[in-house]
């Protein structure tokens, strides 16, 4: 008895969770050609799709040659077009409606107003979440390629493997890949697919998808290439609806309550302009502003321009003038200029520059130079060329560091063997022709502003009592009112003093040199590429040297350094697009580590230290090699791994362990981004940590010079309307021997509405 009870309980549980799984969320407007469906729980596509047809939570759809298909939504009546080589998969929760893409192309228009569930589309390599808009999705299984195009509305863009964001509004796109890259660029007029179902209108549409007849066309017409039918006149689709048959009773009935009269025509693409507000708080120089800023973003074809148009107001209602008063600080109000991406034939990003890595990253990888934004703003630039199999790449970091002997620069070119034999060779050069540029120096005197008494006026630079009056000799020219007559500030006159004690001259950036420079060479082939697997195989050799120092040595003082490195092998794969790991094994001989040129190198490219002698100059590769045994040969391993976990959040990390004898230098970093479309009221979640090149990356309560943290947190007041909070920490000598390094906190709240 107990039995049966038992089996007729299990029966009924199994009926119950197929009437859930089998709940109709969708009907099939319209088919042309091969349009086949497999049923959740099915192991084939084996139902043949006419329209009418009715779509359950967890069916796939696959839409062959030549065909295509409209699948309307019951409850928003938001449609989707699928294009031919088509495949994917309907999945919907309770607050959720996801569209699980294995490969082809989908054409979106979502509802906004009767919409209640989160609408997102999902590939191996990225996710596309929409609040109400018009765009494209394309996805090619075979090389782990993404593009997403907007025609109306906005919608953001996740590259689930970096775990990078960015919004696209209409006239933009985002090209993402299985490299973890995620590139926004203006739309081409030919990136937003044909409609395949022509350009008819909503009533149109209507009345076509009630008709069967679309499975009764001709031979001759089933046989068409998608261009030649996506090329048809309009005289040519007016003319194939009014030859359709007049029974269609059977397809009204079963469409009924698809179609109603909410069915609007479509409004035209807008204009591709997008209008960024932003209101709240931001630190500059330890100073805490309330800041109100416009941050308008254009597109004109390949073109795109942002601006960052930003007051920041003091406590007392004044604003502040060091971003308006030159005519150079209008160069700062153009965020960026963008020209292309990095596949067209010629490509161009002017302005701020992020996650800039040459190669396979084993100089430069990962760099910004918005670190210290908006304290410090930087200009670079970031631009290439490809032809046939060759790619040529440059890199500045600040075109402003120019006119202070130099700036970071990045240059490397590629080529690609063949298609058959798909072997890409490269070669890299890095150079950070002047060091001391990193030494913020206000009034352009070539005296930083942490050796000069007055940053602000370029004809003094000492005062010894600081009095506010200059030395005699402190400056280039005589002051106004003459020079401190008590300059050391006894109380004596220095005329009635034989001998005075004044600060030396203070360290000038053009009285001596800091070079460093490197040099690499990489060669990769794609052994493996298929969805459930893709495998890169690389090795990569990297030198780097120091100059040594000449002229003055009183503030500065190196001998000249070198060191190589090789990567033998590396290896890059990716499994079924969820996880993506990495490994190299590294070899590492005299002063080199790899990734010096790192994300936080403007935060260490050059420090001050005071010490028991006095002041003295640092840079970034004297901090990392200040161990006696830090030119010992090394060799280690580095693994890195991320992960879309189940959609809610994306992890990367990254781990590198170099070791000879005692002497370890290691490395970590750690990226966490949660999915917001989860939560509701939180419009972004994400926290990072970063530390190379320490004995012990691990000691979070002792953080070293190559500490960088953060974390972003943005609440959904109302809809379109957010508050963010924006934080990070990295830490600086504080000028006091022996005493712990100095945070330094930059924190930004802001109210950012999306127009």
Same mark, same amino acid.
Request: without cysteine; glycine residues 8%; aromatic residues 8%.
């Given at each position: 008895m107990f039995a049966i009870m038992k089996k007729s309980i299990l029966f009924i549980l199994i009926? /119950?969770?197929?009437?859930?799984?089998?709940?109709?969320?969708?009907? @099939?407007?319209?088919?042309?050609?091969?349009?086949?469906?497999?049923?959740?729980?099915?192991? +084939?596509?084996?139902?043949? !799709? &006419?329209?009418?047809?009715?779509?359950?939570?967890?069916?796939?759809?696959?839409?062959?040659?030549?065909?295509?298909?409209?699948?309307?939504?019951?409850?928003?009546?938001?449609?989707?077009?699928?294009?031919?080589?088509?495949?994917?998969?309907?999945?919907?929760?309770?607050?959720?409606?996801?569209?699980?893409?294995?490969?082809?192309?989908?054409?979106?228009?979502?509802? &906004?107003?009767?919409?209640?569930?989160?609408?997102?589309?999902?590939?191996?390599?990225?996710?596309? +979440?929409?609040?109400?808009?018009? /765009?494209?999705?394309?996805?090619?299984? @075979?090389?782990?390629?993404?593009? /997403?195009?907007?025609? +109306?509305?906005?919608?953001?863009?996740?590259?689930?493997? +970096?775990?990078?964001?960015?919004?696209?509004?209409?006239?933009?796109?985002? !090209?993402?890949?299985?490299?973890?890259?995620?590139?926004?660029?203006?739309?081409?007029?030919?990136? =937003?697919?044909?409609?395949?179902?022509?350009?008819?209108?909503?009533?149109?549409?209507?009345?076509?998808?009630?008709?069967?007849?679309?499975?009764?066309?001709?031979?001759?017409?089933?046989?068409?290439?998608?261009?030649?039918?996506?090329?048809?006149?309009?005289?040519?689709?007016?003319?194939?609806?009014?030859?359709?048959?007049?029974?269609?009773?059977?397809?009204?009935?079963?469409?009924?309550?698809?179609?109603?009269?909410?069915?609007?025509?479509?409004?035209?693409?807008? &204009?591709?302009?997008?209008?960024?507000?932003?209101?709240?708080?931001?630190?500059?120089?330890?100073?805490?502003?309330?800041? !109100?800023?416009?941050?308008?973003?254009?597109?004109?074809?390949?073109?795109?321009?942002?601006?960052?148009?930003?007051?920041? $107001?003091?406590?007392?209602?004044?604003?502040?003038?060091?971003?308006?008063?030159?005519?150079?600080? =209008? $160069?700062?109000?153009?965020?960026?200029?963008?020209?292309?991406?990095?596949?067209?034939?010629?490509?161009? !990003?002017?302005?701020?520059?992020?996650?800039?890595?040459?190669?396979?990253?084993?100089?430069?990888?990962?760099?910004?130079?918005?670190?210290?934004?908006?304290?410090?703003?930087?200009?670079?630039?970031n631009t290439g060329f490809n032809f046939r199999n060759f790619g040529t790449e440059v890199f500045l970091s600040n075109m402003k560091d120019f006119s202070r002997g130099g700036t970071l620069l990045g240059l490397r070119g590629t080529y690609k063997i063949s298609d058959t034999l798909p072997i890409t060779l490269g070669m890299n050069f890095v150079q950070d022709m002047n060091q001391f540029s990193g030494l913020k120096d206000t009034d352009g005197d070539d005296y930083p502003d942490l050796f000069d008494d007055f940053p602000n006026d370029k004809d003094l630079w000492n005062d010894t009592d600081g009095d506010g009056l200059a030395d005699e000799n402190g400056g280039n020219k005589a002051p106004s009112g003459g020079w401190d007559i008590d300059a050391d500030g006894n109380n004596i006159l220095d005329s009635e003093q034989s001998e005075l004690k004044l600060k030396p001259e203070p360290f000038k950036s053009t009285n001596s040199e800091a070079v460093a420079q490197g040099f690499g060479f990489d060669i990769g082939y794609p052994v493996l590429k298929s969805r459930a697997l893709s495998l890169e195989v690389y090795s990569e050799f990297n030198t780097l040297s120091f100059s040594q120092a000449t002229g003055d040595t009183t503030y500065f003082n190196r001998d000249k350094m070198t060191g190589s490195g090789i990567t033998l092998p590396g290896l890059r794969a990716s499994l079924f697009g969820f996880l993506n790991i990495s490994f190299e094994y590294r070899i590492k001989n005299g002063y080199f580590i790899p990734q010096f040129f790192d994300g936080s190198y403007d935060l260490s490219r050059v420090t001050v230290q005071t010490t028991d002698s006095g002041i003295i100059v640092r840079t970034k590769d004297q901090l990392v090699f200040a161990d006696p045994l830090s030119n010992k040969d090394t060799r280690g391993m580095y693994g890195s791994a991320s992960a879309n976990l189940f959609n809610l959040l994306t992890f990367n990390a990254s781990y590198a362990s170099m070791k000879a004898d005692t002497t370890e230098f290691n490395s970590f970093n750690a990226l966490l981004n949660l999915n917001a479309e989860n939560i509701p009221k939180l419009s972004v979640a994400q926290a990072y940590y970063q530390r190379n090149n320490d004995k012990d990356p691990f000691d979070f309560g002792n953080p070293s010079l190559n500490t960088v943290f953060g974390y972003k947190v943005g609440y959904e007041v109302s809809q379109g309307v957010s508050v963010i909070w924006d934080f990070r920490q990295f830490y600086r000598d504080s000028g006091i021997p022996g005493a712990a390094l100095e945070p330094v906190k930059q924190t930004t709240i802001e109210t950012a509405f999306d127009f």
């Open positions: 009926i /119950f969770s197929n009437i859930l799984l089998a709940e109709t969320i969708g009907r @099939v407007m319209k088919s042309n050609g091969t349009v086949l469906i497999k049923p959740m729980g099915s192991p +084939s596509y084996s139902v043949s !799709v &006419k329209p009418g047809q009715a779509v359950s939570n967890g069916d796939a759809i696959r839409v062959g040659e030549a065909s295509f298909a409209v699948v309307i939504f019951l409850d928003d009546k938001s449609v989707v077009k699928i294009r031919e080589n088509t495949d994917f998969q309907f999945v919907e929760t309770s607050n959720t409606r996801s569209l699980i893409i294995d490969q082809g192309t989908t054409l979106h228009n979502v509802n &906004k107003e009767d919409r209640k569930k989160t609408y997102r589309v999902e590939t191996p390599v990225s996710v596309a +979440s929409v609040k109400g808009t018009e /765009f494209s999705s394309f996805h090619d299984a @075979v090389s782990g390629v993404d593009k /997403f195009v907007g025609k +109306s509305g906005n919608f953001e863009v996740l590259n689930s493997i +970096s775990g990078a964001i960015v919004n696209v509004g209409p006239g933009q796109k985002a !090209v993402s890949n299985a490299l973890g890259q995620l590139i926004p660029a203006p739309a081409e007029p030919g990136d =937003f697919p044909e409609d395949p179902d022509g350009e008819s209108s909503p009533e149109q549409n209507d009345n076509q998808g009630q008709s069967e007849n679309n499975q009764q066309d001709s031979p001759q017409q089933q046989e068409r290439q998608p261009q030649q039918r996506q090329q048809r006149s309009p005289q040519q689709n007016q003319n194939q609806t009014s030859q359709e048959p007049a029974k269609q009773t059977e397809s009204v009935e079963r469409l009924e309550d698809v179609q109603t009269s909410s069915s609007n025509p479509q409004s035209p693409p807008k &204009k591709p302009f997008n209008m960024g507000l932003a209101v709240g708080s931001a630190t500059i120089n330890d100073t805490i502003y309330n800041q !109100v800023a416009l941050r308008p973003e254009l597109s004109f074809g390949k073109l795109g321009i942002g601006f960052d148009l930003v007051m920041y $107001i003091d406590n007392e209602g004044n604003i502040r003038k060091d971003e308006w008063d030159e005519p150079s600080d =209008f $160069i700062d109000k153009i965020l960026y200029l963008r020209w292309g991406q990095k596949s067209d034939p010629f490509w161009l !990003v002017w302005g701020s520059l992020n996650n800039v890595t040459l190669g396979y990253g084993g100089l430069i990888s990962g760099y910004s130079n918005m670190m210290e934004f908006p304290s410090v703003r930087k200009v670079g630039i």
